[in-house]
C-alpha cells in the first residue's frame, strides 16, 4: 500500500549525550569535517548478492528483543505455504491461548464498533446477494451463457491470485525464525536446516556465499514494531506517521507468510486500523490531501488504535522462534 519510507534503527534509539566538559567542543568548521569522517568509516554493505538471489536481510523489533531474519517477494503459484499444524499441536497451552485469543478478539471487536459496523453490513450484503443467486437459479433464469461467465471470471481470479507476489520469510512450521545477530543466522542457513525459504531455486547459491557482513538491512527493511503501542498511546500530536506506516506494511507481510488470519483482518481494507493507516500515508502529503489527512487522524481513536496494535504485536510474538 502506497511507497515505503522508512527510519533507521540505530538512530532512532539513540539517545544525545552531552559533551565531557573536560573535551573541547568542536566549533562550525569542525563539526563537519567529523561528520565526513563518521561516514567515511561507516562500511557500504555489498547489494550484489541480495540482488542476484532476489531474497534481502530484514531487521525486527519486538518487545521481546531485536532480531534479524531474511523475506523474499514471489508469485504465489511458486510458493508452498508454511505449514501450521504442527504449531499449535505441539503447543501444550493451545487450550489457554484459544480462550485467550477469543477475548482479545471480542475485546477489539466491543471497542472497535466501526469496524464491526462495516463488517456486518458486508455480511448482510454478500448475504442478500447469495439469497438473491440462488432464488434466482431456481426460478431457471440464470442461463448457461451466465454460469460460463461466471466460470471465466473465477478462473480469471485464480490465476491473477497466482501471478501476484506474495511475501516469504524464514519460517518453519508457522513460526518466524529470528537471530539476534548475523553470525547466527548465517550459521543456520550454511547448517541446511529445513526452512520455507528453501524452496527458492536461488537458496543454495545464497547458502554459499552469504557471510556476516551481508547481513546489513536497508533502511526500508528495518521495523520497530516494539515502538507502535507506546507511540499509539502518545496521543495524536505524538504519532510518528513513518513508525506506524512501516509496522502495517511488515505486519500485513507477517500475517501473510505466518498464515495469521486475525491480523489479517484487523488491517484488512475497511477497518479501522486500515483507516488510520490510510489517513497517516495522506497526512504526510502536502496540500489539501495532507490537511484532510490530518482531519481523519484526529477523529481515529487513540486508545482503540493502540489496543488493536497491542493485540497485532502480541499475536506475531506469539509464533517468533528466537534463535542466538
Not at 453490513?121 to 442461463?143: C, I, M, N, P, W
Request: aromatic content about 4%; charged content about 35%.
Amino acid at each position: 500500500m502506497g511507497t515505503r519510507t522508512h527510519t533507521e534503527v540505530s538512530v532512532a534509539r539513540q539517545s544525545p549525550q552531552r559533551p565531557d566538559a573536560d573535551e573541547p567542543e568542536l566549533d562550525d568548521t569542525e563539526a563537519p569535517a567529523a561528520a565526513d569522517e563518521v561516514e567515511v568509516d561507516r562500511p557500504t554493505a555489498d547489494r550484489a548478492l541480495w540482488d542476484e538471489v532476489r531474497i534481502d536481510p530484514v531487521e525486527i523489533a519486538l518487545p521481546a528483543g531485536t532480531g534479524y531474519t531474511l523475506r523474499a517477494y514471489r508469485s504465489a503459484r511458486e510458493l508452498t505455504p508454511t505449514d501450521v499444524a504442527e504449531r499449535d499441536l505441539d503447543d501444550p497451552f493451545l487450550a489457554r491461548r484459544q480462550v485467550a485469543e477469543a477475548e482479545d478478539d471480542e475485546e477489539v471487536v466491543i471497542l472497535d464498533e466501526e469496524f464491526a459496523a462495516l463488517s456486518a453490513e458486508e455480511d448482510d450484503e454478500d448475504g442478500k446477494k447469495d439469497s438473491e443467486r440462488a432464488a434466482t437459479r431456481r426460478r431457471g433464469t440464470l442461463d448457461a451463457d451466465d454460469a460460463d461467465a461466471d466460470a471465466d471470471e473465477a478462473d480469471s481470479d485464480d490465476d491473477a491470485a497466482g501471478d501476484e507476489e506474495v511475501p516469504v520469510f524464514l519460517t518453519h512450521k508457522g513460526r518466524l525464525l529470528l537471530f539476534k545477530t548475523p553470525e547466527s543466522l548465517v550459521t543456520f542457513i550454511r547448517s541446511g536446516a529445513p526452512n520455507d525459504l528453501s524452496q527458492l531455486d536461488s537458496w543454495n547459491e545464497l547458502s554459499e556465499r552469504l557471510e556476516p557482513a551481508d547481513i546489513a538491512p536497508l533502511d526500508e527493511d528495518t521495523y520497530e514494531l516494539d515502538l507502535v503501542v507506546e507511540n499509539l498511546r502518545g496521543g495524536h500530536d505524538a504519532w510518528d506517521p513513518a513508525l506506524l506506516i512501516e509496522a502495517g506494511e511488515i505486519a500485513r507481510d507477517l500475517a501473510y507468510a505466518l498464515r495469521l488470519p486475525a491480523v489479517l483482518d484487523m488491517l484488512s481494507a475497511g477497518s479501522s486500523l486500515d483507516d488510520l493507516d490510510e489517513a497517516l500515508r495522506a497526512s504526510v502529503n502536502g496540500g489539501v490531501g495532507g490537511f484532510l489527512g490530518r482531519r481523519r487522524l484526529k477523529k481515529i481513536g487513540a486508545q482503540t488504535a493502540s489496543l488493536g496494535w497491542r493485540t497485532i504485536v502480541g499475536k506475531i510474538s506469539a509464533v517468533v522462534d528466537w534463535r542466538d
